[in-house]
T-cell receptor, first 113, second 112 residues
Framework: GAVVSQHPSWVICKSGTSVKIECRSLDFQATTMFWYRQFPKQSLMLMATSNEGSKATYEQGVEKDKFLINHASLTLSTLTVTSAHPEDSSFYIC?????????FGQGTRLTVV | SQQGEEDPQALSIQEGENATMNCSYKTSINNLQWYRQNSGRGLVHLILIRSNEREKHSGRLRVTLDTSKKSSSLLITASRAADTASYFCATDGRSNTGKLIFGQGTTLQVKP
């Protein structure tokens, strides 16, 4: 089956710093990838749609200047959490679509201290 | 809210019993999927049911779909302690892009 790799699996950063999370489709090309966020004991909420070669589409309430998304190639999308604060601590997970089905990365647990 | 609802929010059963979780959604769909998530981990895809299907089986899993009521159920038969996890339904909202809308989830605890 299709494989999506997400890195890092966990990261701890200091408040005010930026963190980059990578999402790669290993054996297929993905023109569209999705970024979700999950707070403890809650469900996954779509943050944004990452489009290869163009600007990402953000869901309502998600700050585009805080969560920078770059989809520079057909196999890589990155999410950068800028000026992270403790309230950004969450589980971030990406997905890529192949033939109508979503394949998920392993997720990244971000802790901002 | 973009999300549908699932009930119950939490379910605790004994090993060997069956577990049933329900999901309701809001929009028309092409398909509905169920995922499992162990605590703090990624998602495991369990089963996909298409909008023109009413029931689907996979091992100990049985999924039903009622598009007229915009609802689905997941039945896990003969549960095991290893089934302890959170279960989410997800719909595609008639999109073929892979974008998913997740339900609130059901946390299942199976006691040995």
């Amino acid at each position: 089956g299709a494989v999506v790799s997400q890195h890092p699996s966990w990261v701890i950063c200091k408040s005010g710093t930026s963190v980059k999370i990578e999402c790669r489709s290993l054996d297929f090309q993905a023109t569209t990838m999705f970024w979700y966020r999950q707070f403890p004991k809650q469900s996954l909420m779509l943050m944004a749609t990452s489009n290869e070669g163009s600007k990402a589409t953000y869901e309502q309430g998600v700050e585009k200047d805080k969560f920078l998304i770059n989809h520079a190639s057909l196999t890589l999308s990155t999410l950068t959490v800028t000026s992270a604060h403790p309230e950004d601590s969450s589980f971030y997970i990406c997905s890529a679509n192949r033939q109508g089905r979503a394949f998920f990365g392993q997720g990244t647990r971000l802790t901002v201290v | 809210s973009q999300q549908g609802e699932e009930d119950p929010q939490a379910l605790s059963i004994q090993e060997g019993e069956n577990a049933t979780m329900n999901c309701s959604y809001k929009t028309s769909i092409n398909n509905l999927q169920w995922y499992r998530q162990n605590s703090g981990r990624g998602l495991v895809h369990l089963i996909l049911i298409r909008s023109n299907e009413r029931e689907k089986h996979s091992g100990r899993l049985r999924v039903t779909l009622d598009t007229s009521k915009k609802s689905s159920s997941l039945l896990i038969t003969a549960s095991r302690a290893a089934d302890t996890a959170s279960y989410f339904c997800a719909t595609d909202g008639r999109s073929n892009t892979g974008k998913l809308i997740f339900g609130q989830g059901t946390t299942l605890q199976v006691k040995p």
